[in-house]
């Protein structure tokens, strides 16, 4: 089993910056892909950012210019930088990975998520 355990949210006027973390925990053996999802009041979750292992990126094109994303993978964790907040990207953050645990028996590839953190952006 793993866990993911988001941290940075919060308030921040329009403009403004905020970086997300994201630590993965418990009995991994790997993490492949790891991303950011969001969702606002009243709509879907929508994918932010992915990156693979070996560091590819995708962004969602709301987002392409202001966010970046990154991931240490000696220690299990994603980054989120995000710059120019506007009112709109106000919603909840998820972090996501697929982690690989093992056991005595089996090896085990699972979607885990985490809580979420709250991110608003607002004067």
């Known amino acids: 089993q793993a866990q993911l355990v988001e941290s940075g949210g919060g308030l921040v006027q329009p403009g403004g910056s905020l970086r997300l973390s994201c630590a993965a925990s418990g009995r991994i053996f790997s993490i492949n892909a790891m991303g950011w999802y969001r969702q606002a009041p009243g709509k879907e979750r929508e994918l932010v950012a992915s990156?693979?292992?070996?560091?590819?990126?995708n962004f969602a094109d709301s987002v392409k210019g202001r966010f970046t994303i990154s991931r240490d993978n000696a220690e299990n964790t994603v980054y989120l930088q995000m710059n120019s907040l506007k009112p709109e990207d106000t919603a909840v953050y998820y972090c996501?990975?697929?982690?690989?645990?093992?056991?005595?028996?089996?090896?085990?590839?699972?979607?885990?998520w985490g809580k979420g953190t709250l991110v608003t952006v607002s004067s």
């Open positions: 990156i693979t292992r070996g560091g590819e990126t």
């Open positions: 996501n990975a697929e982690i690989v645990t093992v056991s005595a028996y089996a090896t085990y590839v699972k979607d885990y």
